[in-house]
């Protein structure tokens, strides 16, 4: 299994809503990420977890909220967002955190969770 | 610091035609390099990957790209297009630092008619 499953695919929700973005990996990998890529842009970092704990936080807003239950799942919890976060959120893993040794550096890319907010 | 320049932001063929697609990197570290690709509405897929062994790197879908230092590039080839390869294409760098993220070029896109 070399697949990053992230659900759901599609998301509308207001301003005012509480909602999450799931990613799921059974790779073993040991590092996850979240990025955020708007309409012909590169993807942008949001967060990196490394051994379940969060290692990187690129000055997000506090109205993103990434968790980390376990080694395979990443969750993104909205709420109170505004319509300039519409994005396509896309969930990464990675062998391990560092850029040394084998697989270092490569991501696998879910396909994304395209988020609108009215 | 690092950093990645794609020097084309569209980049047009005719199928059957060669692909080259330009990145110039700068990194104060040994870098790891790759080439992802990333069609509509999808997530990103790697293509090939230069990790400091051999200079030229054989990637996915007759795709691969040669690692030049004296140049600091790192520019994707293919000797024939093809109507699926196209698609948005983003050049990243990874310095050898012991932690690092991810930095990535702003993408050209391939147009294949």
């Known amino acids: 299994d070399t697949e990053v499953t992230q659900t759901p695919k599609h998301l509308v929700m207001g301003m005012t809503n509480k909602k999450s973005l799931k990613c799921e990996q059974h790779?073993?990998?040991?590092?996850m990420y979240w990025y955020k890529q708007k309409a012909k842009k590169p993807p942008e970092l949001m967060f990196v977890?490394?051994?379940?704990?969060?290692?990187i936080n690129e000055s997000v807003p506090s109205r993103f909220s990434p968790e980390c239950p376990n080694s395979s799942l990443l969750n993104l919890h909205l709420h109170a967002l505004q319509p300039e976060d519409s994005a396509l959120y896309l969930c990464?893993?990675?062998?391990?955190?560092?850029?040394?040794?084998f697989g270092s550096g490569e991501l696998f890319f879910g396909e994304g969770s395209r988020l609108t907010v009215l | 610091a690092q950093s990645v320049t794609q020097l084309d932001s569209h980049v047009s063929v005719s199928e059957g035609t060669p692909v080259l697609l330009r990145c110039n990197y700068s990194?104060?570290?040994?870098?790891?390099l790759f080439w992802y690709v990333q069609h509509p509405n999808k997530g990103l897929q790697l293509l090939l990957k230069?990790?400091?062994?051999?200079?030229l790197v054989k990637g996915i879908n007759g795709f691969e790209a040669e690692f030049k230092k004296s140049e600091t590039s790192f520019h994707l080839t293919k000797p024939s297009a093809h109507m699926s390869d196209a698609a948005e294409y983003f050049c990243?760098?990874?310095?050898?630092?012991?932690?690092?993220?991810?930095?990535f070029g702003k993408g050209t896109m391939l147009l294949v008619s």
């Open positions: 990243v760098v990874s310095a050898d630092s012991g932690y690092s993220t991810l930095t």
């Open positions: 990194s104060s570290y040994s870098p790891s």
């Open positions: 230069y990790t400091s062994a051999a200079t």
């Open positions: 790779m073993g990998h040991r590092a």
């Open positions: 990464a893993s990675s062998l391990t955190p560092g850029t040394s040794g």
């Open positions: 977890y490394s051994y379940e704990k969060l290692s």
